[in-house]
């Protein structure tokens, strides 16, 4: 395949974008707008999480806003031709989501950080704030997101990550991941009482893979992706937004989303090889977090950073500790701590979360 020659952050474009700090961000359209009970079902399956509350309480995955709102997920603008890869959100509910809520969001791009890179040379942190708002417009929850815009020839030449082979699996290995599997310990309708809670105590793990092609489609199921279309639509957004069109070993323009599927566009990225979508890690631990608190436990906040780039036929195993407990306006909250390893024990993801527990003896 013939390596393409990318476009580079220039000073001109970045004065371009910095003009629109502050300014509401035109809305793409969702992928999801109503939490229907299908719509719960295909996020929670999407995701791997097989708690049965999502049905039996007609409640949503909190997480599932990442399908609600295109911003939140990833998608950028400005800085046409330079690659964006997901860095993280920062997530604060006001209240659950509900089966038949119809939930909004509205964005604003609320700073441009340009970080030294060993990865690209230059580097851009795009961070944008999108407020959530149900039928009513009563606030859901806010979300920063942001972006790292990375040139990708740069990144290709540099050559800081070496092409990978995927990880080849002994039966022990394969065997290990099923019991992990089995061992899922969900809490459900049991409440875990914020008096019975210890600092220190261990959460999880909860696993996730090994990442296949096949998995990253069970996600998009649930997700919708930022720029995958089909035949005509996908025509229509290149005429859009011609940065997109992106021709493939074919010759056949395609969108740079599918860095998560071909291996070769990933190295030509600068990445070894083909990579899960942020998004995904985000909602793991967001998993790991309600598998732990409990049916009666209420997150209030999940905040995770990708740090490293999760490569098919990479297992990833979701933990956390608490950190914290303290008694906020009569309410009983618990501060974890949250990381994200690979099988070559390699961080991935790390991050915190703020959950809200039932009062037991002193409630």
């Known amino acids: 395949m013939t390596t393409p020659r990318f476009p580079t952050i ?7 974008l910095r003009a629109l700090i502050g300014r509401p961000v ?26 049965p509350v999502w049905a039996a309480r007609r409640l949503a995955p909190p997480t599932i806003l990442l399908a609600m709102d295109r911003v939140v997920s990833g998608y950028v603008a400005g800085l046409p031709g330079i690659h964006a890869m997901y860095g993280g959100a920062d997530f604060r509910w006001r209240r659950p989501i509900r089966e038949g809520d119809r939930i909004v969001g509205e964005s604003t791009l609320l700073d441009l950080e340009e970080k030294p890179s060993a990865f690209a040379r230059r580097a851009v942190r795009q961070t944008y ?11 859901v929850g806010d979300v920063d997101s942001w972006c790292f815009r990375t040139e990708r020839d740069t990144a290709r030449e540099r050559g800081k990550y ?18 992990a599997y089995g061992d899922e310990a969900i809490r459900g309708a049991t409440p875990r ?19 296949t092609v096949t998995s990253i489609i069970a996600f998009l199921q649930g997700w919708g992706s930022l720029y995958v279309r089909g035949h005509g639509l996908a025509f229509d957004l290149f005429e859009r937004h011609p940065a997109l069109a992106i021709p493939n070993a074919f010759g056949v323009p395609e969108p740079p989303e599918r860095v998560h599927w071909d291996a070769d566009f990933a190295r030509a990225v600068g990445v070894p090889g083909a990579y899960d979508y942020g ?25 995770v950073e990708v740090r490293r780039h999760n490569l098919i036929g990479d297992t990833t195993w979701c933990r956390g500790t608490v950190a914290d407990k303290a008694l906020v306006e009569g309410r009983g ?27 037991g003896r002193t409630g």
């Open 333 to 359: 909250e618990v501060t974890l701590a949250l990381d994200a390893v690979n099988q070559r024990d390699e961080p991935t993801a790390r991050g915190g979360a703020t959950v809200v527990l039932p009062l």
């Open 10 to 16: 220039t000073d001109e474009a970045l004065a371009s």
């Open 162 to 179: 070496a092409p990978a082979e995927p990880h080849r699996y002994t039966v022990e290995e394969i065997e290990r991941i099923r019991r």
């Open 26 to 51: 035109r809305r793409v359209e969702p992928y999801l707008e109503v939490a229907t009970r299908d719509a719960i079902r295909h996020w929670a399956h999407g995701v791997g999480d097989r708690n």
């Open 279 to 303: 998004p995904e890690r985000v909602a793991w631990l967001g998993h790991l977090v309600t598998d732990w608190m409990g049916d009666d436990g209420f997150l209030a906040r999940l905040r």
């Open 129 to 139: 704030r999108t407020a959530f708002a149900d039928a009513a417009g009563a606030p």
């Open 193 to 211: 009482f914020w008096e019975d809670v210890r600092v220190g105590e261990a959460l999880g793990p909860v696993v996730k893979g090994p990442l």
